[in-house]
């Protein structure tokens, strides 16, 4: 989650994760800002990781980096592709501890070495609510999940869906993403 936090900040300056500039923070948001922190499963991390690793080599490169930005960037109405790179490039310096110019897997964890934060998992829910409703329907995760590079029909969509709406009325709320983001993770501390 960091990482996606991280990458999605750094391509839209203007963009807070955790600070709803457009309206404020709604009781449940409230709840789940910075009160736990929970340890990042390490294989669901590897398969992150993998996601970003396009070329299968086994680090992510800048090139990458500017594709995952791209496809997080909410706002593609004009040519971003410098300042992307320019992102990409500055990522690169705080990740990459060996200057090698890519990122191991180790350097990956390193990023979630403190855990995953539950106002982290609120911005990753925020990246897939599109319209900002509050509610990630099946048309919304079809869209996400297209940026993020993944080919799911809007039927396997709606299914998902489905699967992870506990209370049934069509949509995943942040209670629904929140049980099904830390499901395999740990939880660490209160604050």
């Known amino acids: ?9 750094q391509s839209n300056r203007t963009w807070r994760p ?3 500039t457009s309206r404020c923070l709604s009781q449940k948001d409230r709840l789940v800002s910075d009160l736990k922190v929970f340890e990042p ?11 970003f690793d396009t070329d299968s080599d086994g680090k992510i490169s800048v090139e990458e980096l500017v594709r995952v930005l791209k496809a997080l960037d909410k706002d593609d109405s004009a040519p971003k592709a410098e ?12 990740v990459d501890k060996n200057h090698d110019g890519f990122i191991d897997f180790d350097g990956f ?32 995760l079809f869209k996400a999940l297209g940026r993020l590079g993944e080919n799911c029909t ?23 993403f929140m049980a099904m983001m830390t499901r ?8």
């Open 1 to 9: 989650m960091k990482i996606l936090n991280f990458l999605f900040s």
């Open 18 to 20: 955790f600070i709803k």
């Open 41 to 51: 499963n390490r294989e669901e991390m590897k398969k992150v990781f993998e996601k």
């Open 83 to 94: 300042v992307h790179k320019r992102e990409a490039e500055k990522m690169m310096d705080v």
């Open 109 to 140: 964890m390193d990023v979630h070495r403190k855990g995953v934060m539950s106002c982290e998992i609120l911005g990753a829910f925020r990246m897939f609510d599109i319209d900002g409703n509050g509610r990630i329907g099946a048309n919304e």
């Open 154 to 176: 809007l039927e396997e969509c709606q299914r998902m869906v489905r699967a992870l709406d506990s209370d049934g009325d069509g949509y995943v709320d942040i209670d629904e």
């Open 184 to 191: 395999t993770m740990k939880l660490v501390e209160y604050f």
